[in-house]
């Protein structure tokens, strides 16, 4: 008997952590939906959003869901995907999870194989 493959759910996160509570809430979601296992569920982070990775969680808005959600995501086994270049990545410090720089083209891939895509 051949298994379905699972619906792939693209989070695509593009706002400021530092002002916005959307990257937190993004975060929180895409790990609830992953535990179910019913979904894979991929984390994209684009521009400032990156800052969500970082060291230091404490000035962000909504810390911890990063702090209490983020490791739930790396357990699933899939590298976070940021946007190759990104602006402040050099200023993460050490990573909270393992992440992998991803081009306009990998993401457009991601987006054309996901079931779904949401915007944060």
């Known amino acids: 008997m051949n298994a379905t493959p699972r619906p792939l759910v693209l989070f695509v996160v ?4 530092r002002s916005s509570h959307r990257p937190a809430e993004a975060v929180r979601v895409a790990a609830g939906i992953g535990t179910w296992r019913k979904a894979d569920v991929r984390l994209y ?12 969680v404490d000035e962000l808005v909504d810390e911890d869901n990063f702090t209490r959600y983020l490791p ?12 190759a270049g990104a602006v402040g990545a050099a200023d993460l410090g050490e ?24 915007h944060f």
């Open 14 to 17: 593009a706002s400021d952590p």
């Open 45 to 56: 982070l684009h521009g400032p959003a990156i800052r969500a990775l970082g060291e230091w």
């Open 72 to 83: 739930i995501l790396r357990d699933l086994g899939h590298p976070v995907l940021v946007e």
């Open 95 to 118: 990573a909270t999870v393992p992440f992998v720089e991803t081009t306009p083209a990998e993401l457009a891939h991601w987006c054309e194989r996901a079931s779904s895509v949401i």
